[in-house]
């Protein structure tokens, strides 16, 4: 049974900076390296968006409004994949979730392509 924890967040104020982890056990998949990991976000009253993902190509894209400000990467020997989110803004407080899409990857941030799901880690960001 596939199995996604994330961990790292909590409350900063603004311009700071946070590093959430989520790691992934019991893929079924012989080889973590080869998922596409991805980070969502969903605030309070809205829908669920995609944040940023990374490809077992190491090709990673971003949602336009983190885009320069996080960094996500991913320790394939450690089956972690992490979000680095620097400059952190009060609209991007949220529930985080970390997510995997058996391969091939498709190369979108589209939550229904991500079948498998975290519990979610909470980012509060204050002015």
């Known amino acids: 049974q596939v199995h996604l924890e994330e961990s790292g967040g909590g409350s900063v104020q603004a311009g700071g900076s946070l590093r959430l982890s989520c790691v992934v056990s019991g893929y079924r998949y012989s080889s973590y390296s080869r998922t596409c990991m991805g980070w969502f976000r969903q605030a309070p009253g809205k829908e669920r968006e995609g944040v940023a993902a990374s490809t077992s190509s190491g090709r990673r894209y971003y949602a336009d409004p983190v885009n320069g400000r996080f960094t996500v990467s991913r320790d394939n020997a450690k089956n972690t994949v992490y979000l680095q989110m620097t400059s952190l803004k009060p609209e991007d407080t949220a529930m985080y979730y970390c997510?995997?899409?058996?391969?091939?990857?498709?190369?979108?941030?589209?939550?229904?392509?991500?079948?498998?799901w975290g519990q979610g880690t909470q980012v509060t960001v204050s002015s």
């Open positions: 997510a995997a899409q058996d391969p091939p990857c498709s190369g979108y941030l589209r939550e229904t392509d991500f079948g498998y």
